[in-house]
């Protein structure tokens, strides 16, 4: 049986990106077996980054195409993308740098329209730095979703069997709670319940936090849950879905944790972030559902700190290399799902 091709963009490199890539693709060499990694990346930025953690430079292998790449234990393959950034300093913020990030991705996501890549690993972005080199997207996921053109997609964080969906990701606050629609969180929904099947767990239970404290406590502290998202769980639960909700946070996501629940939809970025890394910090993952490839990443940042001091642990990396060499044949179920839900068009 083939194994699948990943696209592993290398991200911000005046951060940790090319460090924890080299640790990964050198330092576990069993990967080899599960896929078939390519980075999309920087030739001199990839080298320093083996330096730095005292590899052999000469490891790094420019290819022109993926159907170059050998997959060979001990190399790593590159395509360069772009001009070289081997002038960007390691630990500053980079408008080339964040360009660079950018041009990653987007050749990723070209490799994988064209059916050159069966999945997108992606190393940490810093957003000011692309943001500073004239790419103005919240983060990955809404950069993703624009590039394959999808209207219905979440982000999602997980760690082993559990799963945290987001109903929103990169706004403000209040910008949140005007998100939090009926349409957004039937949509979600539709994709939670896509993705249980995919994984050939159709009776899966599926948690929905509630947005305000206490769930709303009968409309005391607001009245998003019983307009928004009960009736939303009603229709869900009518259709077939096994999903119940909303509950309240503080309830629900202590229970998850404790395996009561695997399948968890939130409503906002910390209310899904917070505990999650409290708890799992280097464990976890973060999926985009809803894309026509399965896209894994790091769930840290650039961590500019301590970059090129060859510390990054690069756990994390490792585990989206895998996730996302488990989730690739199964993964057209969900996108078929996705692709025929309404949803609002992410914008730059």
């Not at 890549?117 to 983060?139: E, F, Q, R, S």
């Not at 009776?203 to 502290?221: C, D, Q, T, V």
């Not at 990396?317 to 949803?343: C, F, I, K, M, N």
Request: hydrophobic share 45%; proline share 6%.
């Amino acid at each position: 049986m083939s194994i699948p091709t990943l696209a592993l963009t290398l991200g911000d490199v005046a951060g940790i990106g090319p460090e924890i890539t080299a640790k990964s693709l050198l330092g576990h060499r069993e990967l080899r077996a599960e896929c078939r990694p390519i980075v999309v990346g920087d030739e001199a930025a990839m080298r320093t980054g083996v330096l730095n953690v005292g590899g052999d430079p000469d490891t790094v292998r420019v290819i022109r195409s993926v159907q170059e790449a050998t997959n060979q234990p001990g190399t790593i393959e590159l395509l360069q993308t772009g001009p070289s950034l081997a002038d960007v300093r390691l630990g500053e913020l980079s408008p080339a740098a964040g360009d660079g990030a950018y041009r990653y991705v987007v050749e990723a996501c070209r490799l994988a329209r064209e059916g050159l890549v069966d999945g997108i690993v992606t190393a940490p972005l810093n957003k000011a730095a692309m943001h500073a080199g004239g790419h103005n997207w919240p983060g990955h996921t809404e950069l993703l979703a624009h590039e394959f053109g999808v209207k219905n997609f979440s982000l999602v964080l997980s760690a082993g069997d559990l799963y945290f969906f987001h109903l929103t990701t990169h706004v403000s606050l209040r910008r949140a709670i005007e998100d939090v629609t009926p349409e957004r969180t039937a949509n979600v929904i539709d994709l939670v319940n896509a993705f249980t099947r995919a994984l050939g767990r159709p009776e899966e239970p599926i948690g929905l936090a509630g947005l305000n404290p206490h769930a709303g406590e009968n409309r005391l502290f607001g009245d998003e849950d019983a307009d928004i998202l009960a009736p939303a769980v009603e229709a869900a639960r009518a259709a077939g879905v096994n999903i119940s909700g909303p509950l309240p946070a503080d309830a629900l996501i202590p229970a998850a944790v404790k395996g009561k629940w695997n399948m968890v939809i939130v409503c906002y970025h910390d209310q899904g972030h917070a505990p999650f890394k409290a708890v799992y910090g280097d464990d976890g993952v973060n999926i985009t559902v809803g894309l026509p490839v399965v896209r894994v990443s790091v769930d840290h940042g650039t961590a500019f700190d301590i970059a090129g001091k060859g510390v990054a642990r690069e756990a994390s990396l490792v585990l989206s290399l895998r996730r996302a060499a488990q989730l690739a044949p199964g993964w057209d179920h969900v996108w078929r799902t996705a692709s025929t839900s309404q949803g609002v068009a992410p914008q730059p």
